[in-house]
């Protein structure tokens, strides 16, 4: 059974770093059928992805935010992690990490972490 869990703080100061761990169970992240993608839904707002890691293992990031984010993975954990730099209360939002099937399906979630940017 697959599943995606995200973890990180609930609560990070506006300037910082927002760092966020997507743990795997029920199939490798290194398979290569399969990507990676990481999302957000601020309050009252459509999902926007940010970006994610591509079947050949390299990350792609929106444009939005290319300037500021870093999407890795670490293998021996079967983690993705996420980092986001330079926060304002504008990155409060729910994240998501989800894993994307051959045509980009969005297949399976996780159940989404709250990070709130506020002094």
Do not use: F
Request: glycine letters at 10%; a neutral charge.
């Amino acid at each position: 059974q697959v599943q995606l869990q995200e973890s990180g703080p609930g609560l990070v100061k506006p300037s910082q770093m927002l760092s966020l761990t997507c743990t795997v169970s029920g199939v490798s992240i290194t398979n290569d059928y399969y990507a990676w993608r990481w999302i957000r839904q601020p309050p009252g707002k459509g999902l926007e992805w940010m970006g994610g890691i591509l079947t050949d293992g390299k990350p792609h990031y929106s444009p939005s935010l290319q300037s500021r984010i870093s999407i890795s993975r670490d293998m021996s954990k079967n983690q993705l992690s996420l980092q986001l730099h330079s926060v304002t209360p504008e990155d409060t939002a729910v994240y998501y990490c989800a894993r994307a099937s051959s045509g980009g399906a969005l297949d399976y979630w996780g159940q989404g972490t709250q990070v709130t940017v506020s002094s």
